[in-house]
């Protein structure tokens, strides 16, 4: 059973930036696929960022390609999403979810899922 626990969330005006971490209670980061998943009010939930340490893959939905981030640091057990030029369609709960690692990020199947981090992006 891996715990995962996300922080970071805020409110924030557009074009501003926040970075989300995920906290795993499973050491290294790097043994799992790791991704970012958010979900708005009355939308369904989109895939934003994903990373596979294993087979050196990342993923980022076109929404947030070149504005967001996904990183890593096995020493603190954590992984980040660095997000830039926030707008407020970025506005959702945020979650980060783990599965097993060895494939394309894109394709990550979560087993594991934190409770997530609000972020608001107001105009």
């Known amino acids: 059973q891996v715990s995962l626990v996300e922080s970071g969330g805020d409110s924030v005006q557009a074009g501003g930036s926040l970075r989300l971490s995920c906290a795993t209670s499973?050491?290294?980061?790097?043994?799992?696929?790791i991704t970012w998943f958010r979900q708005a009010p009355g939308k369904e939930r989109e895939r934003v960022a994903a990373?596979?340490?294993?087979?050196?893959?990342?993923y980022y939905a076109d929404s947030v390609k070149g504005r967001f981030a996904i990183s890593g640091d096995n020493a603190k057990n954590t992984l980040s999403l660095q997000m830039n030029s926030l707008e407020p369609e970025d506005t959702a709960m945020y979650y980060c979810?783990?599965?097993?690692?060895?494939?394309?990020?894109?394709?990550?199947?979560?087993?594991?899922w934190g409770q997530g981090t609000q972020v608001t992006v107001s105009s």
């Open positions: 979810a783990a599965g097993p690692a060895g494939g394309p990020a894109r394709y990550c199947s979560p087993n594991y």
């Open positions: 499973e050491s290294p980061v790097s043994s799992y696929c």
């Open positions: 990373v596979d340490s294993r087979t050196s893959t990342t």
